[in-house]
């Protein structure tokens, strides 16, 4: 009898693939026998594409090639237990995405379905002979997904920067962007307006987005969900050695709907083997937590840095944030302030409630310009007037951070050429990578995060300013958030390695480390990754450049790790466009929802609050509440919304829950109205119930509690933002 398909199953999972191909056809969860793959699109691959150095692209066979040339023909062998199976898919040679015609690369790849697990197990192994580099490999590379019955319904979450949402991503994606230029000084910006939209990939036709890791992006998972299914797809890979990869989205748009997950591998082979990790696509009844949950699990099994400093100091987990001043002297070289101005400036932070300062534009040439001639500089005055200033705001209490680059080198700098030769990032042709910020004629080396000689660079910068200066907290810009790069330079851990730049970027935090003080330090970094947070104290997320921005995803998943996030004035924002300006209250109440540090920028006439009396107060309010919840509670354990047992029944409320030690603590922007909620409560003695309000941060109001199944209730009163404590003396 003739089979056009083969069926392997476990029983909770299953897959049929095409006979003669291999390819997969359905993607089962049997307990509703939902089949993910909703469309076969014939110009894709599946579930494997691998791209040349030369840019061919390459794919398993399909029907017409084979029966042109039997000998491309994949064998395949399932085998099917008693609640567990696999299958096996030889190809002898993958061919052409154009043309068709066969090249020297072969790939076995297989799907393993284990006993009592959703989970479905996909390895790849690729043998290149065909005489240029397999750079980059998608697998599991599966297309025309979509949930239920309707695509529209469709959400997918991907770990861009800390996380972000698209809503009906077959329509998102593919729509088109809409953006305003914006300029700010030395600075044109493009912004885009709605989205996230995806980039148009001519040569397949379809919008498709595809993520780094690490760099932009945080984690390396994805998942669509679909909410009124109650029903996820969730696709990882198990990369124990946290090599560079990416995440990939892409759909065809409305015309034909669904979207095409893929993970994204860099093997730079040249010839021989190469085999991936363990990759895992999850079908479950269930949102995106479950899968954040995986995720968590699987990362933090691979244990943390054993660290040789304190690296979270009590001062920084209980302040509520910092006052950045990138306003010392510009990219274009006009000055603001100078070294003496710093105790004024400690003293304006402390009138808004913080303790934290961060300095940006105080080394040569200014910010952006003078990377990386990490001295004062003498322009805004001596080395020991900046020693004294930072003396006397210790002595009263302040904490000071220093802003430095850890990605870029300036041209211009004809002494630097050394540290540029040995230590910047070289291309496949053997030029030096280059970028440009702000002003036209300004251009930077790209560093290489696994150089010796930069990482021996940046280590001492922060020793000198921690130790002979006298700051007691960093922050890297770009580190985790601008792309990793391949680097092609042999005495670099790059290349075949490309594990490289992530672990040079783990080594140089640890040198840095290293380098303070025995007390430790506080030390941030620009963007989030789930590979250099655990030796980090914050991560810079700046979710007011992101649309769909869901910093929910990262948090929840790791709740342990502190998210640091940029604030914006509704009125006097130069620095940032008017559309942003208009979302401040919005984006102060997420941050605040959600436990962020806050980042305020107090820059004269560009990006300051105190020039909005009214927004000014509602910031130092803020501020208060937040001092208020950590001096009380510390940070707690975000869990998103899982503590709810129901969700409110009103717009544009954010209510998220942390778990205490001893109970419950529930944040909430609601506006004016009264709300009505209800969580979750699991201890056996009854809570007492303590609300604190933008009014009165440290005048706790007694609220009634009514006992529901599962925990209790309580209306939350008419004030815009506020806390609620359920408290007992259990432990």
Not at 609 to 634: E, M, N, P
Request: aromatic share 10%; proline share 5%; glycine share 8%.
């Amino acid at each position: 009898m003739y089979h056009s398909r083969l069926h392997v199953t476990n029983g909770l999972v299953s897959a049929a693939l095409d006979a003669l191909t291999g390819e997969p056809l359905e993607l089962v969860l049997e307990e509703n026998r939902e089949n993910i793959l909703k469309s076969n699109l014939r110009q894709e691959a599946s579930p494997l594409k691998v791209c040349l150095r030369n840019g061919r692209e390459l794919r398993p066979p399909k029907y017409a090639e084979i029966r042109r040339d039997g000998t491309l023909r994949p064998s395949i062998e399932c085998c099917q237990g008693e609640g567990e199976a696999w299958a096996e898919v030889s190809c002898p040679r993958l061919v052409d995405m154009e043309s068709g015609v066969p090249v020297a690369v072969s790939a076995v790849w297989k799907l393993e379905l284990a006993k009592g697990d959703r989970r479905m197990y996909w390895h790849v192994r690729l043998e290149n002979n065909a005489g240029d580099m397999v750079e980059k490999c998608y697998f599991p590379y599966l297309n025309g997904i979509w949930l239920g019955d309707d695509w529209t319904k469709d959400e997918l979450y991907m770990p861009v920067h800390s996380g972000d949402k698209t809503v009906n991503p077959t329509r998102t994606l593919s729509a088109t962007p809409h953006q305003i230029s914006w300029k700010w000084q030395e600075y044109q910006y493009t912004f885009t307006l709605g989205g996230p939209y995806g980039v148009k990939n001519e040569r397949l036709g379809c919008w498709e987005r595809e993520c780094g890791y690490s760099g932009p992006c945080s984690m390396l998972y994805m998942i669509l969900s679909n909410p009124h299914l109650n029903m996820s797809v969730y696709l990882t890979c198990r990369n124990d050695a946290l090599r560079m990869k990416s995440i990939r989205a892409a759909t065809y748009g409305e015309a034909w709907p669904g979207v095409s997950l893929a993970l994204g591998h860099v093997p730079c082979l040249e010839q021989g083997s190469w085999e991936s990790e363990a990759c895992v696509l999850m079908l479950y009844a269930g949102d995106w937590h479950v899968g954040a949950d995986d995720y968590r699990a699987w990362r933090n099994a691979l244990g943390r840095p054993a660290l040789s400093r304190p690296h979270r100091p009590a001062w920084f987990m209980e302040s509520p944030g910092l006052v950045a001043h990138y306003d010392f002297q510009y990219q274009g070289g006009g000055i603001v302030h100078r070294f003496r101005d710093i105790p004024a400036l400690y003293a304006q932070a402390r009138e808004m409630g913080l303790s934290h300062l961060l300095l940006s534009g105080w080394n040569v040439d200014g910010f952006d310009n003078g990377f990386p001639m990490y001295t004062p500089s003498p322009e805004l005055g001596t080395e020991k007037e900046l020693r004294q200033a930072l003396r006397q705001v210790r002595e009263a209490g302040g904490h000071v951070a220093f802003y430095i680059n850890s990605r870029l080198c300036n041209l211009k700098y004809a002494q630097l050429e050394e540290l540029r030769q040995t230590g910047a990032v070289m291309d496949q042709d053997g030029q030096l990578v280059v970028e440009n910020y702000g002003a036209e004629d300004l251009n930077f080396a790209c560093m290489c995060a696994g150089a010796a000689s930069w990482q021996q660079k940046l280590t001492d910068t922060v020793k000198y300013l921690t130790r002979d200066i006298g700051a007691d907290s960093m922050y890297l810009d770009q580190l985790g958030m601008a792309r990793g790069l391949l680097c092609y330079r042999e005495d670099h851990l790059h290349g075949k390695d490309v594990g490289g730049w992530n672990q040079g970027y783990e080594a140089v935090l640890a040198r840095i480390r290293e380098s303070y003080p025995e007390e430790g330090g506080e030390l941030l970094f620009e963007g989030a990754s789930d590979i250099h947070a655990p030796g980090a104290s914050g991560q810079l997320i700046s979710t007011m450049f992101f649309n769909g921005a869901f910093p929910e995803l990262y948090k929840y998943t790791f709740p342990e790790d502190v998210l640091v996030d940029m604030m914006c004035p509704p009125s006097h924002s130069a620095m940032r466009p008017a559309h942003i300006a208009r979302q401040s209250t919005f984006l102060l109440h997420r941050a605040f929802c959600v436990g962020s540090y806050l980042w305020i920028y107090d820059l004269e006439e560009d990006n300051t609050f105190r020039w909005d009396a009214a927004a000014y107060q509602h910031l130092k309010q803020v501020i208060a509440l937040r001092q208020s919840w950590l001096t009380r509670y510390g940070h707690g354990i975000f869990t998103d919304d899982c503590d709810l047992l129901q969700k409110p029944d009103r717009q544009n409320v954010i209510l998220k829950t942390f778990r205490l030690k001893n109970g419950l603590l529930a944040a909430c922007a609601k506006g004016s109205e009264p709300l009505r909620i209800a969580l979750r409560w699991e201890r056996t003695q009854a809570p007492q119930a303590k609300l604190y309000t933008l009014e009165a941060p440290d005048a706790p109001v007694t609220l009634e509690l009514r006992s529901v199944p599962g925990g209790y209730e309580a209306t939350l009163p008419d004030t815009e933002l506020c806390y609620l404590a359920l408290e007992t003396e259990e432990n």
